[in-house]
């Protein structure tokens, strides 16, 4: 078969097997470089490699590019052209290969014998029927139910419309989640849409909670922000204060750590303003804007002479007014405020995050150089729509908990482990017990799968179509465009959004006129990459941005050579005024109280549980790079452990390796300890993601679920999960292993004279 | 390409302390590049786990005054190597861009390398590498797959440089530049990576390379600059710039 060159492109713009060479920045119409032999695809050439763009789903926000070699993905880099990450890329996305060709995989449609009890092959013809069955046998339509990760793009609009159609409805779920940042992002900034925080450019950083530059939001995106923070040319260097419960990564990277109790972070905040309003800093229109025109009095109760600010947050006045003075100080400007992680996770979360947030409101830094940065709706109007928008938003404690009354039917998922990722007063199990079909979409077994009825093989994103509208954006529009880099793997597998596509048309539910789509018929019917080309079609017609051309299949070309498509002129030029904060019947501002759930008394502490820097919330504790990843603190690989303060250890008859018990009212796990100088003496941590009974050969039966023990604390305003509120009872097991971890793997290099990590205060 | 026509290069780095973060993205793509070994939970139980780079982290304090420190440590390509004169078969040499090499096929795994090397950045293959079969479709072909007795080590991903060399130069009659590197996706795996631009790889012969200017301001009067272990006398080709630490008094060295 001969192929010329303007036919190959034409098309792999088509079919599900091609993707365009990823050439850097040339004219999206200019014809591929390579000479290849007679009766080869263009693509492939012995010996030589190609790279393909996409977008990562691993680590979002970020744009790949994936080095392929003879039909085989071999390396992920950072896609240099994609505004979020800027060719630079995490540990994450780099294992996004173990997947594609991790032994583990599911590879074909499994379906429980009644008999049995047990999963066993079966064709995706049957499973077809078999689903669309359950799905037309539904005694109500309102008793389906789908839970996804957090949607976004086309397959969240998809997936809006095929729930649309079954009068169902759609739960996303995300561990640790942030459904507090998003309502404060909400309340202070009036934006549906995180922002982009502008660190590069910032002079001083105060961050509380968000472990930003490792698993919070966007961390490549701020990772690389940071370097220029740091040592950019032509800038004096910035400084971090991280305000934490926890000495994270970041707090190990920032010039000051402020050990705050947990809880106490909003009080904090408050308090700084506090001073900044009295000592003159900030002009009084923000203040009054904050403060509904009742300026200091409505923040008296934050003064931080008060014992109950210093009580609340632990630390003493002297040392709030300084941090207030840095934060304000016209030389230090423009300063930054950032908020997340364990600081909105408490009962006080919400709280906490709106009074970190409104710091920024102080300083007048919205929409303005090293400010916090708003973000534009998605380029693609449909898009932008409440139900489409609403798909990316994590449900609450409370909405899971409802769920176990509403009698679900036919229960799907898809590429999500609530079973191991939710606390049990969630009540999911019970929810997926009482249902009468499960059905789960997804690439490896894990432990909400295992209890389907139905199983359906999805593919890995290496080979499947997709995309992404980053959120946080980078504080213009983004379109990103994920392609298959490689042929499926295996044969059985299916993608996602095609089968939503098969599923919509065999149930009476005209997905693909809904969705506006060619009809086609059974032997070309509608893909999922055909929604994507018809919002791009949208996106070509506007005529803008980082890709144009004569054709829509020029234009169709350069974006998936690129990556995406992204318009640097478009962003947020106007904002609406802050809320002010909760003001009480006595004309001041008060706080919510500080609440924990579990053990009292001698050996009890705080649990701050937290996200892994390789392995997140355990959706990557699969992949053995990730799991061999030493984590940046303790250097632990492989376990679960408990970080403990190496003196309050040692006062308790603790050493390294100890295994602990760890009981809340939840349940009881054990750990081996962790002993560091770095963990308030009032606290312990525990990473989540671990402790899995079936997820692969490289994570089952690898450390504890510290998710079993989470006390189902909630914040007092968005009712979402307060993941820190829960307190533990500490006991020594005396039961001592060897421990897991890099550290020691090399004998101290330290010399004389020469030390290793050399110091100087010069900027 | 006829070996004399080679252009001259002196490839080192530079390693900025102050914007490493620790987050081991350098670790984990140095691995996928270089078909390093899984490392299983074994191996860190016998402190025998593969890093060709690593991240040490250092304590200094207590609590509440407590700091953590990250440097990143490889292979330094010394000028003057202790491990390449004990190498009873030269499988261990300095080539002439600067760079220590190890020839895999000339080691017959006397580990006195490993024995003599100041920064401990060298990994003895004490068994044979095993992957699921599906995992194999992953190993980089430009890469050999070391065999059990083999010593092995940074290379300054040395596949990526020469393959610069042959496109680059041989094909395409250019010249390496920092800006050919990068756009090629020919900077060693860990450089490629690193979110912060802690690491700086190129040319120290070329004088418009970062590389190259880095080196000589942080080694100037007043400048960050360090070598590892310098009263060794190793002479390493990656550099060092120090921690900036706000609240340090003075010129002071933090106890590692």
């Known amino acids: 078969m001969g192929i010329t060159r303007r036919q190959f492109l034409r098309w792999s713009g088509v079919s599900t097997l091609g993707a365009v060479m990823f050439n850097g920045c040339r004219i999206p119409e200019e014809e591929l470089q390579i000479e290849s032999p007679v009766d080869m695809p263009e693509d492939l050439v012995s010996g030589i490699d190609n790279w393909y763009a996409t977008v990562c789903q691993h680590d979002m926000s970020s744009g790949i590019i994936v080095r392929v070699v003879e039909g085989r993905a071999k390396k992920i880099e950072g896609n240099p052209d994609y505004p979020m990450n800027q060719g630079r890329h995490s540990a994450r996305s780099e294992a996004a290969l173990q997947s594609l060709y991790h032994p583990d995989r599911l590879v074909e449609p499994l379906y429980r014998d009644q008999r049995l009890g047990q999963l066993v092959p079966i064709s995706w013809a049957s499973a077809r029927q078999i689903l669309s069955d359950k799905l037309a046998g539904l005694s109500d339509k309102g008793k389906f139910r789908i839970v996804t990760g957090p949607l976004r793009g086309h397959l969240a609009l998809l997936t809006s419309e095929f729930v649309k159609g079954y009068g169902g409805a759609h739960m996303a779920f995300e561990s640790l989640e942030q459904v507090t940042l998003k309502a404060a992002i909400k309340s202070v900034f009036g934006q549906n849409r995180l922002p982009e925080f502008d660190i590069a450019n910032a002079k001083h950083l105060v961050a509380f909670g968000a472990d930003f530059l490792s698993t919070w939001q966007a961390p490549v995106r701020y990772a690389r922000a940071y370097g220029e923070f740091r040592q950019g040319e032509s800038r004096r260097r910035g400084t971090h204060v991280q305000v934490d419960s926890r000495f994270s990564m970041t707090a190990a990277s920032a010039d000051e750590w402020v050990p705050v109790k947990p809880g106490g972070e909003g009080v904090l905040a408050l308090s700084m303003a506090y001073v900044m309003i009295r000592d003159g800093y900030v002009p009084s229109v923000h203040a009054q804007a904050l403060t509904d025109g009742k300026l200091l009095p409505a923040l ?279 809320d002010p904060l909760p003001i009480g019947s006595d004309g001041k501002i008060t706080w919510p109280t500080i609440e924990f759930q579990g053990q009292q008394g001698v050996d009890t502490f705080n649990l701050l549980p937290f996200l892994s820097n390789s392995m997140m919330d355990g959706t990557l504790a699969h992949l053995p790079w990730l799991q061999a990843t030493p984590d940046p603190i303790t250097s632990m690989t492989w376990h679960s452990w408990v970080e403990i303060n190496s003196k309050t250890a040692k006062d308790m008859g603790i050493k390294e390796g100890d295994m602990l018990e760890l009981s809340s009212p939840s349940g009881i796990v054990e750990a081996p300890a962790y002993l560091h100088p770095a963990v308030p003496p009032w606290t312990v941590s525990v990473p989540v993601g671990q402790g899995h009974t079936d997820y692969g050969q490289y994570a089952s039966g690898v450390g504890v679920n510290i998710m079993n023990i989470i006390a189902p604390m909630v914040d007092a305003d968005t009712r979402a999960l307060a993941w820190a509120g829960t307190r533990v009872k500490v006991r020594n097991t005396g039961v001592n292993i060897d421990i897991p971890k890099f550290e020691g793997s090399v004998p101290s290099i330290e010399a004389e004279e020469g030390q290793i990590i050399q110091i100087t205060n010069l900027h | 390409m006829v070996v004399e026509q080679r252009n001259r290069h002196k490839w080192g780095m530079v390693v900025d302390i102050d914007r490493c973060i620790g987050c081991q993205a350098c670790v984990v793509a140095c691995q996928a590049e270089n078909n390093i070994p899984i490392n299983d939970e074994e191996s860190f139980r016998a402190r025998r786990a593969f890093q060709w780079i690593r991240v040490e982290r250092y304590w200094e304090g207590e609590f509440p005054n407590v700091k953590a420190r990250f440097i990143p440590v490889l292979c330094q390509h010394c000028e003057n190597a202790p491990c390449e004169v004990v190498c009873p078969v030269y499988a261990t040499y300095h080539n002439d861009q600067g760079m220590n090499v190890q020839v895999y096929n000339r080691c017959v795994g006397t580990r006195y390398c490993a024995n003599n090397c100041p920064y401990q950045v060298r990994f003895f293959n004490y068994w044979e590498p095993v992957w699921p079969e599906s995992l194999r479709n992953q190993l980089n072909p430009d890469v050999t797959v070391r065999s059990r007795g083999i010593m092995e080590k940074c290379s300054f991903c040395v596949q990526r440089i020469r393959r610069a060399e042959r496109t680059i130069e041989g094909q395409d009659n250019s010249t390496i530049s920092d800006g050919e590197l990068w756009s090629r996706n020919l900077m060693p795996a860990c450089v490629q990576a690193c979110p912060t631009g802690t690491l700086v790889f190129g040319d120290l012969l070329d004088e418009t390379s970062r590389v190259h200017q880095l080196k000589e301001l942080s080694l100037a009067d007043g400048g960050r600059g360090y070598k590892l272990l310098e009263p060794l006398g190793t002479e390493p080709n990656v550099i060092y710039l120090k921690k900036v630490d706000i609240h340090a008094d003075g010129e002071v060295k933090a106890h590692a």
């Open chain 1, 300 to 578: 008296d109760n934050f003064s931080p002479e008060n014992e109950s600010v210093r009580n609340a947050t632990g630390v003493d006045a002297s040392r709030i007014e300084t941090l207030a003075h840095e934060f304000a100080n016209p030389g230090n400007q423009p300063a930054l405020a950032i908020g997340g992680g364990s600081a909105g996770a408490h009962t006080s979360g919400l709280f906490n995050l709106k009074a970190i947030y409104a710091l920024n409101v102080l300083v007048n830094n919205i929409n303005s150089k090293g400010g916090v940065i708003l973000n534009p709706d998605p380029p693609i109007k449909e898009l932008s729509g409440q139900d489409v928008v609403s798909m990316g938003t994590p449900a609450s404690l409370e909405e899971w908990q409802s769920l176990s009354g509403q009698n679900v039917e036919v229960l799907m998922t898809r590429g999500v482990n609530p079973i191991h990722g939710l606390p049990k007063a969630a009540g999911f199990s019970e929810v997926m017990a009482n249902a009468s079909f499960v059905v789960s979409f997804a690439s490896f077994l894990d432990e909400t799968v295992a209890l389907a009825d139905l199983v359906l093989p999805e593919h890995t994103y290496l080979e499947d179509w997709g995309d992404d509208v980053p959120d946080p954006g980078p504080g213009y529009q983004v379109f990103g465009i994920q392609q298959p880099v490689v042929r499926p793997f295996h044969e059985g597998t299916r993608s996602f959004g095609d089968e939503l596509l098969i599923l919509g048309a065999s149930v009476a539910n005209d997905l693909t006129g809904i969705l506006g789509l060619e009809p086609g018929d059974e032997q070309i019917r509608p893909e999922f990459r055909d929604l994507l080309r018809k919002g791009a079609y949208d996106l070509w017609m506007q005529n803008r941005g980082s890709v144009k051309a004569e054709t829509f299949d020029g234009f169709w070309n350069g974006i998936l050579e690129r990556g995406g498509w992204w318009d640097m002129e478009e962003n947020v030029k106007s904002q609406s005024a802050p």
